[in-house]
């Protein structure tokens, strides 16, 4: 069964980069496509963008100037950084994976509360 | 981008009652690429539903999903305690793929 663990730092202040990576561990790591989605008070959930198993990329229009999504295949992890965050940044950060196009998000990670604060 | 909207935003029902959760979307969703989520407070979704009405290993037949288009329904025929929850709808048929704002099911 495949499981996702996520780290990153959970307080950041303004104009600063936030950056997030996701292991999987229990299954293969290809064909697949990995995922960031967040979730906030204000917001509800969002989803931030992901990368294909092909190295392809796809964003939310609404992040995309800021967000990068890389993966690592060597190491089965993929990261994310969010550039010039801002108090509507704060949120829980979850990665995720959707298997083949068209499919949805199983599993998820445990999520991270990221705070942006001066 | 489609816009999901559920209904009602809280549901207040006993224990043993059937929940009707509504998830409409602002244009149709290509082969019924819809899915349900049911969220519990400190922890990620879990995925319940997927092709608007196919259910993943592990997941009670008590949960079923139906419809197509533009109008979906997440029906929990008897309510378990466990249950009570907050559940999403998302559709992944058209990026950016998008998430209902939630219906949250209360004890009443």
């Known amino acids: 069964q495949v499981q996702l663990q996520q780290w990153g730092a959970g307080l950041l202040k303004p104009s600063e980069t936030l950056s997030l990576s996701c292991a999987v561990y229990?299954?293969?790591?290809?064909?697949?496509?990995w995922s960031w989605i967040r979730q906030s008070p204000g917001k509800g959930l969002e989803w931030i963008g992901e990368i294909s198993h092909g190295g392809s990329t796809d964003y939310n229009p609404s992040l995309k100037s800021r967000v990068t999504i890389s993966v690592d295949t060597s190491k089965k992890q993929f990261s994310l950084k969010l550039t010039s965050v801002t108090a509507a940044d704060t949120a829980v950060y979850y990665c995720?994976?959707?298997?083949?196009?068209?499919?949805?998000?199983?599993?998820w990670g445990q999520g991270t509360l990221v705070t942006v604060s001066s | 981008e489609i816009v999901l909207t559920q209904s009602p935003g809280t549901l207040s029902l006993s224990p043993g009652e059937r929940a009707t959760l509504s998830c409409r979307a602002s244009q149709s969703i290509s082969r019924s690429y819809l899915a349900w989520y049911q969220q519990k407070p400190g922890q990620a979704p879990r995925l319940l539903i997927y092709?608007?009405?196919s259910r993943p290993i592990g997941i009670p037949d008590r949960f079923s999903g139906s419809g197509s288009g533009t109008d979906f329904t997440l029906t929990i025929s008897r309510l378990e305690p466990e249950d009570f929850a907050v559940y999403y709808c998302?559709?992944?048929?058209?990026?950016?793929?998008?998430f209902g704002q939630g219906t949250k099911v209360e004890i009443k």
């Open positions: 092709g608007a009405s």
């Open positions: 229990g299954g293969s790591f290809s064909g697949n496509y």
């Open positions: 998302q559709q992944y048929g058209s990026s950016p793929w998008t």
């Open positions: 995720a994976i959707r298997w083949y196009n068209h499919s949805p998000f199983d599993p």
